[in-house]
Every structure is written in C-alpha cells, then in structure tokens.
C-alpha cells in the first residue's frame, strides 16, 4: 500500500515543524543547504575544467 500525502496532510506537517523549530531557524538551515548545494556545483564545474586541461596538455604533449 502505497504511502500518499494530500496537500493538507503536507499543511499540517509544515505547520507543525514551524511549530517545533521556527520560522528563523527553517530559514537558517534552508539558506545554508543551498549554499552547500551551489559549493558542490562549484566544486563539479572545477573538476570538469581541471580534466579538460590536463585532457589538452596529453594532447599537446603527444605532437
């Protein structure tokens, strides 16, 4: 039996953890989840340059 949530049963969740945690706290940890989210983005676009270089310099290196 499949686990399904309504829109009101998520309502309810939503107020209850505004309850429980608050409304600066929610902000605090939403704001540092995205933070980790564009560092990891970030650090995946680094890591496709730094490969394309050294891609680039075997290529060089094999003139």
């Known amino acids: 039996m499949p686990f399904r949530l309504g829109v009101p049963e998520l309502l ?3 107020v209850i953890v505004i309850l429980i945690f608050g409304v600066g706290r929610i902000g605090k940890i939403a704001g540092e989840l995205g933070s980790g ?3 990891f983005r970030q650090g995946l676009k ?5 490969d394309k270089k050294t891609e680039e310099e ?3 290196e094999q003139k």
């Open 12 to 14: 309810i969740i939503l």
């Open 37 to 39: 989210i564009r560092n």
């Open 46 to 50: 680094d890591d496709e340059a730094k």
């Open 58 to 60: 075997k290529e060089q």
